[in-house]
Nanobody
Framework: QLQLVESGGGLVQPGGSLRLSCEVS????????VGWFRQAPGKEREGVSC????????YYLGRVAGRFTISRDSAKNTVFLQMNNLQPEDTGIYYC???????????????????????WGQGTQVNVST
């Protein structure tokens, strides 16, 4: 019964910043690897950034690398996604998802469609527009 709740989405102008939060609750919340996924209208869902259960191994989608930063605060059971220099193509619904650490590389969670996380949040809308 792991629960994930996203927050921090909203409307921002190109070049602006947002910080998304994902609060994880339930048994052993820091046992799980966590990923951020997004889906734009008419497009398939893609993995944006993922972080392992220890918080020392991360992965970024190529087109967001250098602009986005993922981190986690174990004391708060929360995973963050800092998004800087946002562009219109970053628009979409952002979901956080948790998975048991059943892979050797964190990039598998983000980059491999077969590695479907077990738990998902409800999503938070990010709109980048003038």
């Amino acid at each position: 019964q792991l629960q994930l709740v996203e927050s921090g989405g909203g409307l921002v102008q190109p070049g602006g910043s947002l910080r998304l939060s994902c609060e994880v609750s339930g048994p052993s919340p820091n046992y799980y690897a966590v990923g951020w996924f997004r889906q734009a209208p008419g497009k398939e869902r893609e993995g944006v950034s993922c972080i392992d259960n220890r918080g020392d191994s991360t992965y970024y989608l190529g087109r967001v690398a250098g602009r986005f930063t993922i981190s986690r605060d174990s004391a708060k059971n929360t995973v963050f996604l800092q998004m800087n220099n946002l562009q219109p193509e970053d628009t979409g619904i952002y979901y956080c998802a948790a998975s048991r650490p059943r892979f050797t590389e964190i990039r598998v969670l983000c980059d491999l469609p077969e590695a479907v996380p077990e738990y998902w949040g409800q999503g938070t809308q990010v709109n980048v527009s003038t």
